[in-house]
């Protein structure tokens, strides 16, 4: 019903900046909020920032100052600043929407794109 796709993924390098973008289709009525996560080789999925329906935006502490999340209509975007080796990995966009279900529309239903691969290298 949503498909998010991630685009942008590639090398860098160490200290340098990079945007990612997340676009999301399908027969979305509103969005519940929108997120960016991360997983490094070996490590587990972990949230990077967030931002609300309303636009309201939240980091997590390791990335505060140097990451940006905005959104555009259905388009989500992560700007990278000053990467770091250990910020290599897999990134993934995640979304609560409200779809059509049956005719009516769903409550948030949370939804994920398949990853962009950042690559930062010293």
């Known amino acids: 019903q949503v498909q998010l796709a991630e685009s942008g993924g590639g090398s860098v390098q160490a200290g340098g900046s990079h945007r990612l973008s997340c676009r999301a289709s399908?027969?979305?009525?509103?969005?519940?909020?929108m997120s960016w996560y991360r997983q490094a080789p070996g490590k587990e999925r972990e949230l990077v920032g967030n931002i609300t329906k309303e636009g309201h935006t939240t980091d997590v502490d390791s990335v505060k100052g140097r990451f940006t999340i905005s959104r555009n209509q259905n388009t989500l975007y992560l700007l990278m600043h000053v990467l770091n080796t250990e910020e290599t990995g897999m990134y993934y966009c995640?979304?609560?929407?409200?779809?059509?279900?049956?005719?009516?529309?769903?409550?948030?239903?949370?939804?994920w794109g398949q990853g962009t691969q950042v690559t930062v290298s010293s």
């Open positions: 399908g027969h979305i009525f509103s969005f519940c909020g």
């Open positions: 995640a979304a609560g929407a409200r779809v059509s279900v049956g005719g009516r529309w769903s409550s948030c239903r949370a939804y």
